[in-house]
């Protein structure tokens, strides 16, 4: 079966701090894991993707997330973020059909 | 371009009532893909089209059904509405075959069941 953890449900930082959310997930088999971003009354907008290659993967708005097979996991960070940034965040694999996790909702402090 | 479009925006049913959700995907897009998102909870697959067939198909009951139109269009229809069933529903829409990688998301369609 497989599953996404993300550890962390709401996660406080202030404005130009840097962020990490965490993401875990349990599959026997190679997957393709995701971040995406919800804001407020929308859908979700495709942050980042892994799918083969560098494990170092850069997205959009400055975002990047580090795959680590041995530890079965996909943070995404940000050095220094914004208020913009706000939003809900979901990690997402991807075997046969797309698991995401419950999410993280990012509060940027002014 | 026009993104995934979604209709209706909100809806209102009562338990029992009958319900279809529409999805209209980007130009040029053949599969559609489903998703339900309870309050506080990262989205749920419920189904997966391409080329009007159905190519997945999550861990929902019957109630739920869906069908893509020749083009690409999709419908979702939920019989015998629960108040569970009270959610955001997402539409996505994705270019290449049946293989998603990259699925590009509408605002969602939100029912509340009374």
């Known amino acids: 079966a497989q599953s996404v953890t993300q550890l962390d449900s709401q996660v406080p930082v202030f404005e130009e701090a840097p962020v990490e959310l965490r993401c875990n997930y349990s599959?026997?088999?190679?997957?393709?894991l995701f971040w995406y971003v919800q804001y407020p009354n929308q859908g979700l907008q495709l942050l980042l993707k892994y799918l083969s290659g560098s494990t170092l993967v850069k997205g959009i708005n400055g975002f990047e997330a580090e795959f680590n097979k041995s530890q079965t996991s996909f943070h995404l960070r940000k050095p220094s973020v914004h208020i913009s940034d706000t939003a809900e965040y979901f990690c997402a694999v991807r075997v046969s059909q797309f698991y995401f996790g419950t999410g993280t909702s990012l509060t940027v402090i002014p | 371009d026009a993104g995934v479009t979604q209709s209706p925006t909100h809806l209102i049913k009562t338990r029992g009532q009958q319900v279809t959700l529409r999805c209209s995907p980007i130009?040029?897009?053949?599969?559609v893909s489903w998703y339900q998102q309870v309050l506080g909870q990262g989205p749920q697959f419920i189904f997966q089209?391409?080329?009007?067939?159905?190519?997945g198909r999550g861990n929902f009951p019957d109630r739920f059904s869906a069908r893509q139109f020749p083009n690409y269009s999709s419908e979702l229809n939920v019989n015998a509405l629960l108040l569970g069933d009270s959610a955001l529903y997402l539409c996505?829409?994705?270019?290449?075959?049946?293989?998603?990688?990259?699925?590009?998301f509408g605002p969602g369609t939100r029912l509340t069941v009374t």
């Open positions: 996505a829409s994705s270019g290449g075959g049946t293989v998603t990688y990259e699925q590009y």
């Open positions: 130009s040029g897009h053949k599969s």
């Open positions: 089209y391409y080329e009007k067939e159905e190519r």
């Open positions: 599959s026997s088999v190679s997957v393709y």
